[in-house]
Each structure stands twice: as structure tokens, then as C-alpha cells.
């Protein structure tokens, strides 16, 4: 009963992610039986968000957890590499639940979550020029102008390192106080930012 509600949920998020992806291509179908076994932190997460979802809409950190995998999964069906992929879906995330999470990736390497870190915040910098708004729905065209703008600077990156370096540096004084909120933040675990 349980591994059906949860399918069920996967499929509309899923849908979710996929419509607000529709300018970079088909995601194609959703999958959870290859979750079933190799990510039952999935499972347990997306009947957790359906819990609290009539009270607390995505704001929670089971639903962050759920956008991360499946950005990250809609984004690598879209091309984007390993490392980006999972950057983008981590960054998706954030942008969606308000929720910036760490504890759940295993980075391997500290250069590799330093990069995962500053392509999160320049994700969400580039979302959220201004003020943060997490309650936004995934079909409207800013959402999706948004993501398309997003998407095709993570492509850019991933064909062109030497354009991240450049990104990197001009992006730099927009997300140093991002980077230094959250060390500090961080320094307690990760939570609402």
C-alpha cells in the first residue's frame, strides 16, 4: 500500500518537475521501482512530504529532499553530467522548498562540494535576483523562464569549464554573503534559509 501511495506521489511531482522543465526537452516517465531497492529514503520521503503537505505545502525537508532527487534525475535525462546534474537538482530544490541541504550528499571530495555549493547559490541567485519567494507553481511562465535561463547555464558550464571559472568570479560578490550566512548556519547543521 504503502510503495503504491508513494508511486502515485512520484508520478504527480514528477509531472511537477517535468512541466516546469518543458523548454529543455521530455523527461520521459518516472521510474520508482528502480528507487525501491537503491533509494528507500526516497520512498519514506515522499510519503513523509504527502503528509505535511496540506499544512505545510513543499516548505519541509522531506520535500526537499524529494526535488533534489528529482531534479536531479530530470536533469541528467536532459544531458547535464553527474556532477551538474546533481548541483542542479540540489539547487532546484532550494529554490522550491526554501530548504538547503547538505547532510543527504556524499561529495567525496571537499573541491567537489565547494563546487557543488557555489553552482547551488549562483542557482539561486540567478532564481531569485531579488526576494525569495518559495510558493511559486511549477507551470508559470516565470518558473519556467527562470529554469530555462538556469538549465542553459549549467549546460554552458558543463561544455565549457572555462566559462564556469569566469562565472564563477563575476558571480562572486552576489553569493559571498550567501556563502558566509550559510557557513555560519551550517556550523549547526542545515535548515531554513
Given at each position: 500500500?504503502?510503495?503504491?501511495?508513494?508511486?502515485?506521489?512520484?508520478?504527480?511531482?514528477?509531472?511537477?518537475?517535468?512541466?516546469?522543465?518543458?523548454?529543455?526537452?521530455?523527461?520521459?516517465?518516472?521510474?520508482?521501482?528502480?528507487?525501491?531497492?537503491?533509494?528507500?529514503?526516497?520512498?519514506?520521503?515522499?510519503?513523509?512530504?504527502?503528509?505535511?503537505?496540506?499544512?505545510?505545502?513543499?516548505?519541509?525537508?522531506?520535500?526537499?529532499?524529494?526535488?533534489?532527487?528529482?531534479?536531479?534525475?530530470?536533469?541528467?535525462?536532459?544531458?547535464?553530467?553527474?556532477?551538474?546534474?546533481?548541483?542542479?537538482?540540489?539547487?532546484?530544490?532550494?529554490?522550491?522548498?526554501?530548504?538547503?541541504?547538505?547532510?543527504?550528499?556524499?561529495?567525496?571530495?571537499?573541491?567537489?562540494?565547494?563546487?557543488?555549493?557555489?553552482?547551488?547559490?549562483?542557482?539561486?541567485?540567478?532564481?531569485?535576483?531579488?526576494?525569495?519567494?518559495?510558493?511559486?507553481?511549477?507551470d508559470s511562465e516565470e518558473v519556467i523562464d527562470n529554469l530555462r535561463t538556469i538549465y542553459?547555464?549549467?549546460?554552458?558550464?558543463?561544455?565549457?569549464?572555462?566559462?564556469?571559472?569566469?562565472?564563477?568570479?563575476?558571480?562572486?560578490?552576489?553569493?559571498?554573503?550567501?556563502?558566509?550566512?550559510?557557513?555560519?548556519?551550517?556550523?549547526?547543521?542545515s535548515g531554513w534559509c
Amino acid at each position: 500500500m504503502e510503495i503504491r501511495s508513494a508511486y502515485q506521489i512520484a508520478r504527480r511531482e514528477w509531472e511537477n518537475v517535468s512541466v516546469s522543465l518543458v523548454s529543455w526537452g521530455d523527461t520521459g516517465p518516472f521510474d520508482l521501482t528502480g528507487y525501491i531497492k537503491s533509494e528507500p529514503r526516497l520512498i519514506r520521503n515522499l510519503l513523509g512530504m504527502e503528509k505535511r503537505l496540506q499544512s505545510q505545502d513543499y516548505f519541509t525537508r522531506e520535500a526537499a529532499y524529494v526535488f533534489s532527487e528529482l531534479g536531479r534525475e530530470a536533469a541528467a535525462r536532459l544531458g547535464l553530467n553527474e556532477k551538474m546534474a546533481d548541483a542542479f537538482g540540489s539547487g532546484y530544490s532550494w529554490a522550491r522548498t526554501g530548504w538547503f541541504d547538505l547532510l543527504s550528499r556524499d561529495f567525496g571530495s571537499v573541491r567537489h562540494l565547494e563546487d557543488h555549493v557555489t553552482m547551488k547559490l549562483i542557482f539561486f541567485k540567478l532564481f531569485y535576483p531579488e526576494a525569495a519567494d518559495f510558493g511559486w507553481v511549477f507551470d508559470s511562465e516565470e518558473v519556467i523562464d527562470n529554469l530555462r535561463t538556469i538549465y542553459g547555464r549549467f549546460l554552458f558550464w558543463q561544455k565549457n569549464p572555462l566559462g564556469y571559472v569566469r562565472d564563477v568570479r563575476s558571480y562572486m560578490p552576489r553569493i559571498e554573503p550567501l556563502r558566509e550566512g550559510l557557513t555560519a548556519a551550517l556550523d549547526a547543521g542545515s535548515g531554513w534559509c
